[in-house]
């Protein structure tokens, strides 16, 4: 999963494009997922994932399982489904199957966690993220470190926020829909 600020970047970089949401109901969507006690259910994840990498985290999403419970989505519902499409590009496109393959579990996601730890000022700074943006879910806010050479760098994040941000969710939807299954935009 996308760390709350890879979140709040790509949600506020989508607002800026579509002002007409409520941006407190929106972001706090987009906060939610991760912030309830129960991540398996509020990301749809597939109850059969598998045990390797590349398996357990790409069946962490289940995009055509939340439409199927969730019809003309509301400001804070399209938040809720930005931050489920986030993570599941994230793991499609941010790390190879070679890597993913190579890497137990516990190696990426020590790996992973530091990133974020990188990432997050940088992108705080980059973006706009304030302490305000996590009101809904306080405990989502997270200090970072100064950023340093990790498994995400400045420049892939910011062309993956910029790529995910751009998306045309009502498209994107009927795509899914059609398909019957997670599909990339």
């Given at each position: ?14 607002l ?17 997922p ?16 598998g ?9 962490k999403v289940?995009?055509?399982?939340f439409?199927q ?14 931050h489920?499409?986030t993570?599941y590009?994230?793991?499609e ?8 393959l190579?890497?137990?579990?516990e190696s ?5 966690y ?7 000022t940088?992108?705080?700074?980059e973006y ?16 970072g ?12 994040i910011?062309?993956f ?5 751009s998306?045309d969710i009502?498209?994107?939807i009927?795509k899914?829909k ?5 599909v990339k935009?």
């Amino acid at each position: 999963m996308a760390c709350a600020t890879i979140h709040l970047a790509i949600a506020k970089k989508y607002l800026e494009k579509n002002n007409t949401l409520n941006y407190d109901k929106f972001i706090a969507g987009t906060l939610y997922p991760d912030a309830v006690n129960d991540n398996d259910k509020s990301h749809y994840t597939d109850k059969n994932r598998g045990r390797d990498n590349v398996s357990h985290v790409r069946g962490k999403v289940n995009l055509y399982s939340f439409l199927q419970d969730h019809n003309n989505l509301d400001d804070f519902e399209l938040g809720w489904f930005l931050h489920l499409i986030t993570d599941y590009l994230f793991f499609e496109e941010c790390f190879t199957t070679k890597y993913l393959l190579e890497n137990s579990y516990e190696s990426f996601c020590k790996d992973l966690y530091f990133a974020y730890s990188c990432l997050n000022t940088y992108l705080s700074e980059e973006y706009k993220i304030v302490e305000e943006d996590y009101k809904s879910y306080p405990s989502e806010l997270y200090p970072g470190i100064l950023y340093q050479d990790c498994i995400l760098s400045k420049d892939a994040i910011n062309i993956f926020i910029k790529k995910v941000s751009s998306i045309d969710i009502n498209s994107y939807i009927i795509k899914i829909k059609d398909n019957k299954k997670n599909v990339k935009p």
